[in-house]
Every structure is written in structure tokens, then in C-alpha cells.
């Protein structure tokens, strides 16, 4: 019996092999991702390729790990075998493709495929060693056989698994894809080299059947090595770019779905139509504007929107000369034929942008507002009517309260100066002089308050006050019952008054004096100090007993004054924020007291305003009696 031929292997072919399986493995990992995002023809296109990419790699290095085995006897190869044994791989290729990018893979599943898939290899292995043609019998160990093809079937489970696991991978480059086609590359070249291993060769003394037989150089295998590591490269340059186009249209889609939504879910209605007013496009807001339930209702009545201007706003000629309009008013016509009135924004996109001159814009329902704004001009005309019929009353007002303002006079030896000047267009001040055959009545009240309140009320007590002077009653009598009026009939802790009363005689000789709450009274004196006149008496209109005690006499000489006013004068308030006071108006009545009448009331006008500097905040009144 003849020997067993004694083989051996080329270590440098063996590593190329075992790169080429590397290769092709991260090729079939990364050939899975783009089969499974891929739909339609374009999934068939990438299935059939990539099974023929990923089968020639698994062809290409089981022929190079042939080509690394030697023989001391000359090999050659039949061309049509080899090609049943690339045909094979590719069709192992398609089984591991088309199950990996199902929806899913279960264990039945996997098995199947695994078992057919490494089915297909081993078929490739055994059919190529088929392929061989030498002067030697083959002779195969049939545990290492069983060993091969069952390596076969569990590589091709783990290649199933890690091929869906990363299918999934959208970045294309990643160390644990890097790390499992590494470990797929050793295990395939297992198959590989276990089948060799199985194998035992016994020479032959028949002659040889090289018909269709070639035997391959180291050029050829070279050839076939680049050939297969530029196809693997081909397929993942091209899966890379597939990839990249794959994430930017996703990212495409992303932002035209975010822009829709923005489009649908915008509270503002959204637009855009011809020149001629024909709707190319809107959002159901901007139908809703125009009295359509939907855009889709739009759409189906038909019909041109008049969004364009019909010249009666200058909304299209101004949009033509402008090429933008922002807060644009206008309004419009709803299907219905009711106005909306519409804040608008638009933007005319001419020939360069669009196939035809467009409109793009969004409208803003403000028909509520401009209902609202119409409201209110109507209510302010109104408000201005009554505005203009309240001053008048008030001017008229005025012009009664300022007739009830005594005059300047001369009673026998008495001479009497006055001044008025309300806050506001009427106040609650008045001084009275009153004229009577035995006597002259001078009066200041101040009543609480300001304005028409504060009027009425004053007005009130001049009719009682001077029923009570007609009735002849002294002081103290005439101010119980001033009292009691306004506690009966005005009673509130909102209303009171103040006030400072004097009978002076004909003869001047003689001032009775009575006060009620009211600033000093002030007797300036030639060569003497002034003399303050204080009430006797508290506030009138708040308690039943305010008035007590009786009148003051005071003589009276020549060139005597006696002034009498209101709070008005002594609180006023200068830029410092200080107050006059007492002393300050004291100070300005003994300052001008020997200057004739007339101009005595006039500096004092005139000195209190000036250390003021600025418009009163409470009525005042003065009157100033001389004794002549």
C-alpha cells in the first residue's frame, strides 16, 4: 500500500485568508444594517449584492487557504466546480441576509438559517476540494467531517446573531462591530482548515482528468486575494455612502415632519397662494380664519380665497413695492361673506424662487380686537360727551360759587378785602361778609374734602348760615345750630367743618370773635406784636357738644387788621417739602400789614404762592378787615 502524500501549508496565505474572512465578516455585519433599513426594490438590490459581496469573500478565502496547501505532486483545478462552489457561498450569503432583516428572529428562525447557511458553506468547502485535481485519491475522516460542518452550522448561528444585533447600528464604525468581525474571521477559517484537516491523500498511478482544469500561479493568487478585497471595500464604501445619504434624508424628513407639524399645530394661519388669490397651501388655521372647517374643506369648495387685495386696502400694491409687509391690517371676507379683520405678515417670493410670482404669509384673526377697539372709540366719544357736559356744569358751578364770594366794601369805619381760588374748579371754602343796620357779620368755613363733595356741602351750610344771620342770633347760638345741622341732616365722620365768625360794629371799635376749629384768626397791630384769635370751640358736625364757652371782645383801634383764613394758606409746602405753618403765614401778614389794604391781600396772595412754587393742593380763602 502506498503512502498518505504528505501536505503543507503557506503561513503567509493562511493569515491573508484569515483577513480576507475578517473583511468579509465586518462586510456581512455591516451589509445587514443596510438590508434592514433599506424597503422596496432597493432592499432586493442591497440583498442580492451584498450576497454576492459577502459570498465572494467566504469563496475567496476558502480558495486561498486551498492555494496555501501544497502537495509534492502537481494540483489543478476544474473551473466549472469552482464556480458551483462560489455559487454556493452566495446563496449561503442570501440565507443569512434575508433572516437577519426579518422584523424578527427567533429561535426557530435562527436555527433554520444557521443550519442552511452552514449548510451552504460547507457545500462550498467540500465542493471546492471536489474541484482539486491531482494524482491522489481523497480520503476524508468522517468524525472531522461531522466536526466541520457542525462548526459550520455554529458559526453561522453566532454570524446570524451578531448580524441582527447590530443591524440596528446607525453610526457604521464601532469597536464592538469591529471586535465581532474579528472574531467571525477566525471562526470561519475554521471550517476551513477542520475540512482540510479531514482529508488524507493517497497517490495515484491512473493519469489525471485535467480537462477544464487551470492551475492557479501566485500572481493568480494575488489577483484573486485584491480582487476580493477590493470588491469587500467597494461594498462597504458604497454602504458607507448609502448610510450617509440614508441619515441625511432621515434628518430631511425629520425637519420637513417637524416644519409640518409647526405648519399644522400653529395657532396663526399659515398660507400660500397666487397673485390671483389661489390657495397653493394652507394649515387648517388659516381655513378655520376664513370660515372653513378644515383645510380639507377648503380645498374641495374650490374656490379663490380672496387673501390677494382687491385695491381698496393697498395691501397687494404695497406687498409689489415692498417684497414684505409686517403687521398688516386688513380685512377680509369669510366664506360666509362676514368680515374677520386679520393681522397680517407676508412676503412676495418673485420667478427666482418659485416657478410662478408666490405669496407666503401668516394671518392672525383680530376681529375681536378691532370689535373691542370700536367699543372703546365709542365709549370714550360717549365718555368725551359727558366729559364736555360735566365741565360745563362745573364751569357753571363755578361761576355761582364765585358770585357768592363777597366783594370788596367800606361799612362806616371798616374796610373789607377778599380772596377765593378753590383747588379745583369749585371747592369747599367760602368767606361771607354780610352787611346789617347795627352790625357787619365776617365769616370763613372750610368744609372737609375737596371738589363737588366738598361744594354741596359748603353750599349747604351758606343757605343755613345765612338763615341763621337774618334771624339775627349772636356767635355761639348761630354755631350750636350749624351743629346741629349738619350732625341731623349730613351726619358722617367724613364730613365736618371748621370755622371763625366776628361782629364788628359800625364804629370799628368793637371785634366779637368765636371760632370753631378753625386756624387762628391774626389782629396785626401798628407798633404792636401780632395777636393770634384762637377757637374756643372743636370741630363742627362730629359731636353734639362742640360748641362751648362765649364769644371774644376785642378792641379795635385805627389802622388795626384783622385777617381771617383757611388751612389752605398755612399748609403749603415748599420744593424741601416744608410747611409754611403758622409762624411762616404769621410772619408774611405782620411783613405786609402797613400797605394799604388792597395790596396787603395781594403780597400775602403773592408770598404764600411764591414760597409754594407751584399750583395749590386745598381751596383758599381770605378775608382782611381794617379798621379805617
Not at 27 to 38: G, I, P
Not at 167 to 184: H, N, P, Q, S, V
Not at 275 to 296: E, F, M, P, Q, V
Request: aromatic share 6%; charged share 20%.
Amino acid at each position: 500500500m502506498a503512502a498518505n502524500l504528505i501536505g503543507s501549508h503557506d503561513y503567509a496565505l493562511v493569515g491573508l485568508s484569515v483577513l480576507i474572512a475578517v473583511v468579509a465578516s465586518y462586510a456581512a455585519l455591516d451589509l445587514a444594517a443596510r438590508v434592514n433599513a433599506s424597503s422596496g426594490p432597493i432592499r432586493v438590490l442591497w440583498l442580492l449584492g451584498g450576497a454576492v459581496a459577502m459570498g465572494t469573500g467566504i469563496w475567496s478565502m476558502h480558495y486561498i487557504g486551498m492555494l496555501a496547501f501544497t502537495l509534492p505532486i502537481p494540483m489543478a483545478y476544474h473551473w466549472p466546480t469552482v464556480l458551483l462552489s462560489l455559487l454556493a457561498a452566495i446563496v449561503a450569503s442570501a440565507v443569512a441576509l434575508y433572516v437577519v432583516s426579518r422584523s424578527r428572529m427567533g429561535a426557530a428562525e435562527a436555527m433554520a438559517g444557521s443550519i442552511l447557511m452552514g449548510a451552504g458553506i460547507a457545500g462550498m468547502h467540500y465542493i471546492g476540494m471536489a474541484a482539486m485535481r491531482v494524482g491522489a485519491a481523497r480520503r476524508f475522516n468522517s468524525l472531522l467531517v461531522t466536526l466541520s460542518v457542525l462548526l459550520a452550522v455554529l458559526i453561522s448561528l453566532a454570524a446570524l446573531w451578531l448580524a441582527f444585533y447590530f443591524r440596528e447600528d446607525k453610526t457604521g464604525i464601532g469597536w464592538r462591530k469591529f471586535a465581532a468581525a474579528l472574531l467571525l474571521g477566525a471562526a470561519i477559517p475554521t471550517v476551513h482548515y477542520t475540512g482540510m484537516a479531514a482529508a488524507t491523500f493517497v497517490p495515484l498511478v491512473a493519469p489525471v482528468d485535467l480537462s477544464r482544469a487551470v492551475s492557479v500561479s501566485t500572481v493568480g493568487t494575488a489577483g484573486i486575494a485584491a480582487a476580493t478585497l477590493i470588491i469587500l471595500a467597494l461594498v462597504l464604501l458604497t454602504s458607507w455612502a448609502d448610510r450617509r445619504f440614508a441619515a441625511q434624508a432621515l434628518q430631511l424628513a425629520r425637519s420637513d415632519e417637524r416644519y409640518r407639524r409647526l405648519f399644522e399645530r400653529s395657532l396663526a394661519g399659515v398660507y400660500r397662494l397666487t397673485l390671483d388669490g389661489r390657495i397653493l397651501d394652507c394649515n387648517d388655521a388659516c381655513s378655520r380664519i376664513l370660515g372653513y372647517a378644515s383645510r380639507k374643506h377648503l380645498f374641495q369648495a374650490g374656490q379663490v380665497i380672496p387673501l390677494s387685495s382687491d385695491g381698496s386696502d393697498g395691501f397687494l400694491d404695497a406687498l409689489k413695492e415692498q417684497k414684505a409687509l409686517s403687521n398688516f391690517e386688513r380685512c377680509l371676507r369669510r366664506i360666509d361673506s362676514n368680515p374677520v379683520w386679520v393681522l397680517e405678515n407676508a412676503t412676495l417670493l418673485d420667478a427666482q424662487e418659485t416657478v410662478v410670482p408666490e405669496i407666503e404669509g401668516t394671518l392672525i384673526d383680530i376681529t375681536e380686537r378691532k370689535r373691542t377697539e370700536m367699543e372703546l372709540r365709542r365709549a370714550n366719544s360717549q365718555l368725551e360727551v359727558r366729559q364736555r357736559e360735566i365741565e360745563e356744569d362745573l364751569q357753571l358751578a363755578a361761576r355761582v360759587q364765585q358770585s357768592l364770594v363777597p366783594a370788596s366794601l367800606t361799612w362806616g369805619g371798616i374796610s373789607v378785602e377778599t380772596f377765593y381760588q378753590p383747588a379745583r374748579t369749585i371747592g369747599g371754602d367760602f368767606g361771607l361778609v354780610a352787611e346789617r343796620a347795627d352790625r357787619l357779620n365776617v365769616l370763613m368755613c372750610d368744609v372737609s374734602g375737596h371738589g363737588i363733595g366738598s361744594a354741596l356741602l359748603a353750599n349747604r351750610i351758606y343757605a343755613e348760615t345765612m338763615s341763621q344771620i337774618e334771624l339775627g342770633v349772636g356767635l355761639m347760638a348761630m354755631m350750636r345750630q350749624l351743629n346741629r345741622f349738619v350732625l341731623m341732616h349730613l351726619g358722617s365722620p367724613e364730613f365736618y367743618l371748621t370755622l371763625a365768625a366776628a361782629h364788628l360794629r359800625r364804629d370799628g371799635c368793637v371785634l366779637e370773635f368765636a371760632g370753631a376749629g378753625h386756624p387762628p384768626a391774626m389782629l396785626a397791630r401798628p407798633g404792636d406784636s401780632l395777636r393770634l384769635l384762637e377757637s374756643q370751640c372743636a370741630l363742627l358736625g362730629l359731636l353734639e357738644d362742640a360748641v362751648k364757652g362765649e364769644p371774644v371782645e376785642v378792641p379795635l383801634h385805627p389802622g388795626d387788621r384783622v385777617v381771617i383764613y383757611t388751612d389752605g394758606f398755612i399748609e403749603s409746602f415748599n420744593a424741601q417739602e416744608e410747611m409754611l405753618g403758622i409762624q411762616g403765614f404769621a410772619d408774611i401778614v405782620e411783613g405786609t400789614a402797613a400797605l394799604p389794604l388792597p395790596s396787603m391781600k395781594q403780597a400775602i396772595v403773592d408770598r404764600v404762592a411764591a414760597w409754594r412754587g407751584g399750583p395749590p393742593t386745598d381751596d383758599m380763602s381770605l378775608v382782611i378787615v381794617g379798621v379805617l
